[in-house]
Structures are given as structure tokens and as C-alpha cells.
Nanobody
Framework: VQLVESGGGLVQAGGSLRLSCEAS????????MSWFRQAPGKGRETVAV????????KYGDFVQGRFTISRDNAKNTVYLQMNNLKPEDTAMYHC????????????????RGQGTQVTVSS
């Protein structure tokens, strides 16, 4: 299983970024996927999850309509569109493959990517 994130960077508050996570080594369409983040000194926060078909999604309360998770099963890729970014969104963002048959903000995972850094300046 390999998950490779990209798209992070430095952006001013109010700006946007689109993260991508390219998956390989497993049948992508068989697993729900998630994005989570971790900032130094803070716990892990699940940002968003998407089901196997890309129809159902859930978001952490802090998202407040600013982010959109989506997936393209033909490209084995999951995305996170982030708009109206805030300095408190600064963190390392990881995608994760949720365990087979699971879905939800607290669903378990065994595989995650190395992450892509998002830094939002004020």
C-alpha cells in the first residue's frame, strides 16, 4: 500500500489549496478514504472522510463548510479542496486508507501517507 500526498505549501489567510493523494498497491474503490492533520503539540484531527463511491462525506466540526473532499476512482486519487484557509489550519496533512468496510470520522486505518505540509500565514 502506498499513499503519496501533494499540493501543500505556504498560503496567506483566506487563500486556497488543493491537496491530492495518489494511492497504489490496493483496490482503491474498495476503501473509504480520509484526510487528517496534525500540528506540532496538538493531537490528530480527522479533517474529512469520503465513502467508497464518493457519494457520502463527513467533516470535522472545525471545517465549517470551507473544505471539500472528493475522489476519482479511475485515477486512484483522493482530493481535499481547502478554501478560506486560516492560520489555525497550519499542519501536516495526511491521507489514510480506512480499514475495509469502515467509514466515519473515527474509523480506523492501518495505512497513511507521509503527509504534505500546509502553512497559512496571517
Amino acid at each position: 500500500v502506498q499513499l503519496v500526498e501533494s499540493g501543500g505549501g505556504l498560503v496567506q489567510a483566506g487563500g486556497s489549496l488543493r491537496l491530492s493523494c495518489e494511492a497504489s498497491g490496493f483496490i482503491f474503490s474498495h476503501h473509504a478514504m480520509s484526510w487528517f492533520r496534525q500540528a506540532p503539540g496538538k493531537g490528530r484531527e480527522t479533517v474529512a472522510v469520503v465513502d467508497i463511491d464518493g457519494i457520502n462525506t463527513k467533516y470535522g466540526d472545525f471545517v465549517q463548510g470551507r473544505f471539500t473532499i472528493s475522489r476519482d476512482n479511475a485515477k486512484n486519487t483522493v482530493y481535499l479542496q481547502m478554501n478560506n484557509l486560516k492560520p489555525e489550519d497550519t499542519a501536516m496533512y495526511h491521507c489514510a486508507r480506512l480499514n475495509f468496510g469502515t467509514y466515519g470520522l473515527a474509523a480506523p486505518y492501518e495505512h497513511r501517507g507521509q503527509g504534505t505540509q500546509v502553512t497559512v500565514s496571517s
